[in-house]
């Protein structure tokens, strides 16, 4: 007999009635880094065949190197955000230093629109609550796709990630995946919904909102989360 309590059976594809299971997830995030990597490296190499042309001109050695030293630096602010936001890298044992975090979303913003501030004090946090930072500050940056500032500020038990600019877009699957809804998830969101797992496992809550000036993610801990 089976129990009522028994865990879904996945599919072929590594869903279950519920949503993708562990693997799925996997698969998922990996296609998430593997599209924010596609364009940059792209271009690193749309860079180098221009370079290998035996007929190029000095204005198109100029536009190739710029091409390819735009693609590499965007690479490496995304492999360095992705390390500490998807990865096993941290800190001392289960913390990770906010000062990484914080270098880690100012490289990214860099290819960014929206500027970021930074309202989060320094030193070593839990690393659940350093990585919800960095995946929804990053999910931050899609609710100003024209540009704007995205604020983080508060403390690791409670703090607000707030996006204002020309056009403010909450996106509906955004908040469901922050409400931990798993059916029908894309590579997009996949973060987001990885961060609200780790945000409710640790005690909390996370919510988001907009209106016309801003949209905001907020995100409460329990006080004794990740000690």
Not at 17 to 27: C, I, K, M, V, Y
Not at 132 to 146: F, G, K, S, V, Y
Not at 183 to 195: E, M, N, Y
Request: contains cysteine; hydrophobic residues 45%.
């Amino acid at each position: 007999m089976i129990s009522d309590n028994a865990a879904p059976e996945p599919d072929s594809a590594g869903e279950t009635e519920t949503g993708p299971d562990a693997l799925g997830l996997s698969a998922l995030l990996s296609s998430r880094v593997c599209h924010d990597l596609i364009n940059p490296v792209g271009a690193i190499g749309s860079g180098l065949d221009v370079l290998d042309d035996p007929e190029m001109d000095e204005s198109m050695r100029g536009a190739a190197l710029d091409l390819i030293r735009s693609g590499a630096t965007k690479a490496l602010a995304l492999l360095s955000y992705a390390r500490l936001a998807y990865g096993a890298a941290g800190g001392f044992g289960a913390q990770i230093s906010m000062d990484d975090a914080r270098e880690a979303l100012e490289g990214l913003y860099a290819t960014l629109k929206p500027d970021l501030v930074w309202e989060m004090a320094g030193g070593m946090a839990p690393k659940e609550k350093v990585k919800a930072i960095l995946i929804l500050t990053n999910a931050a940056a899609d609710c100003i796709p024209r540009g704007g500032a995205v604020t983080i500020a508060g403390d690791m038990d409670a703090f607000k990630i707030t996006a204002a600019g020309k056009r403010i877009y909450l996106q509906e699957d955004l908040i469901k995946s922050l409400r931990g809804e798993a059916r029908d998830l894309t590579p997009k969101f996949t973060p987001t919904l990885i961060a609200a797992q780790m945000i409710v496992e640790g005690g909390g809550a996370v919510d988001a909102f907009a209106d016309d000036e801003k949209a905001v993610i907020d995100v409460r801990f329990s006080a004794s989360a990740g000690g």
